[in-house]
């Protein structure tokens, strides 16, 4: 495993604080005992799950080991653990739920959910107008183009974000039968999705990246700088990365490399498709707090065990992956378990041909190029070894 060392340059930041924490824990415990008003049943339970969580948290930035960052704190990326954790145990209490069941515990977060949601297309006009275009700007606009913003800092590379751009396009023309919102125009598709709100968000944040990457990192103690704006300033660096790693994926190097990279991107896709799936399942309006909620837990969730994952792929040494990276690919399985239970009997419609045969051309052309990229790797390490034993015997005869 890999580990950035503990940032020395503020350093009361890094001193433990674990009794402070318990008496801060433990004060407001105390007050809620006694001023929220016991005979409210449902407020005294989420009270108690509050509490139940908060306690987990706490415990976990203590005990957990750190991650692969140090910045803003250990501390901060040891409690997204505890909290990727927590939601993978909430995804396995659901799984063991009827479909009614769980659209009822929606309405614990929200007493307005667990109605049916209307039907919701965007394909029912799809002349090329400028009145069409501009009618399909909307709040989801912003919401494609701060998504890609974000996976471009977590994928960091520009090929590879372009790649998974147009690959869900082409998913979501290919599940647009069982799912109303991929119901969109060709222009929306691609004039809108692909080369307006993605390019915008896959620009900036390869630019984010770029800078980052560029960035001299001469880090100095806050006590060593003179002026009250440079302790300020570098303050506020606290919350910009410690060191920065560009992700170069190289798919076609080795068989390891594009099996790795076929494992990412269906990883992504899976991150993309689930919660479309889960808010259509469990009845919650893609505008709602928790569907907000749910994206940016897993992109705080996808930063490390992103980071994980590019060293377990990239660096021979690195034997396991880190522990961010274990419970990502969990918490996604799981929602995808959910999904197929709950799908039972909702999505009934069947696949197009021309989706079938699409998707078995494209896996067939995969396992061709695994089967090839694996029978090339044999050969080069049996010429490698051949070559060593060569070796090995001119410098016996010598």
């Not at 590879?160 to 290919?174: A, D, G, N, Q, R």
């Not at 896959?202 to 880090?219: A, D, H, Q, S, V």
């Not at 694996?374 to 049996?382: H, M, N, R, V």
Request: proline share 5%.
């Amino acid at each position: 495993m890999f580990h950035e060392s503990t940032d020395p340059t503020l350093e009361f930041v890094y001193h433990p604080r674990t009794l402070s924490v318990l008496v801060a824990l433990l004060a407001g415990f105390l007050y809620v005992a006694l001023y929220v008003d016991p005979s409210n049943d449902m407020l005294n339970t989420k009270w108690g799950l509050v509490a139940l969580c908060s306690v987990f948290v706490v415990v976990s930035v203590i005990l957990f080991r750190d991650g692969p960052f140090v910045r803003p704190h250990p501390a901060f990326w040891r409690g997204v653990l505890a909290l990727n954790v927590l939601y993978e145990m909430f995804l396995v209490f659901l799984l063991f739920q009827s479909k009614q069941t769980g659209r009822q515990i929606m309405t614990f977060f929200d007493p307005e959910l667990g109605t049916l949601l209307p039907e919701r297309s965007y394909g029912d006009d799809c002349a090329l107008t400028a009145a069409n275009l501009w009618n399909g700007i909307d709040i989801f606009v912003l919401a494609h183009s701060l998504g890609w913003f974000g996976k471009a800092l977590i994928i960091r590379n520009h090929t590879m974000c372009w790649i998974m751009s147009i690959v869900f396009e082409l998913l979501e023309y290919s599940l647009a039968h069982q799912l109303p919102n991929f119901n969109e125009c060709w222009w929306d598709h691609w004039i809108l999705d692909v080369f307006t709100c993605n390019w915008l968000g896959i620009y900036i944040g390869m630019k984010w990246c770029e800078y980052f990457k560029m960035k001299t990192y001469t880090w100095h103690g806050i006590r060593d700088i003179p002026s009250l704006t440079g302790k300020l300033s570098r303050a506020g660096a606290q919350f910009t990365p410690h060191s920065w790693t560009a992700y170069e994926w190289a798919p076609t190097r080795r068989f390891k490399n594009f099996a790795g990279f076929i494992l990412f991107a269906v990883l992504i896709m899976l991150a993309e498709l689930n919660v479309f799936y889960l808010k259509s399942l469990l009845w919650v309006p893609p505008e709602h707090p928790l569907v907000t909620a749910r994206l940016a837990l897993l992109f705080l969730f996808a930063l490390p065990s992103v980071r994980e994952y590019y060293e377990y792929y990239s660096n021979p040494r690195c034997k396991r992956m880190g522990a961010h990276g274990w419970m990502v690919i969990v918490t996604l399985l799981t929602e995808l378990l959910i999904i197929v239970k709950f799908g039972r009997g909702e999505f009934t419609e069947p696949f197009p041909r021309l989706v079938i045969i699409f998707w078995s051309s494209v896996v067939g052309l995969i396992v061709a190029f695994s089967l090839w990229q694996s029978s090339d790797g044999q050969q080069q390490q049996q010429q490698q070894q051949h070559q060593s034993l060569h070796a090995m015997d001119r410098t016996k005869i010598d």
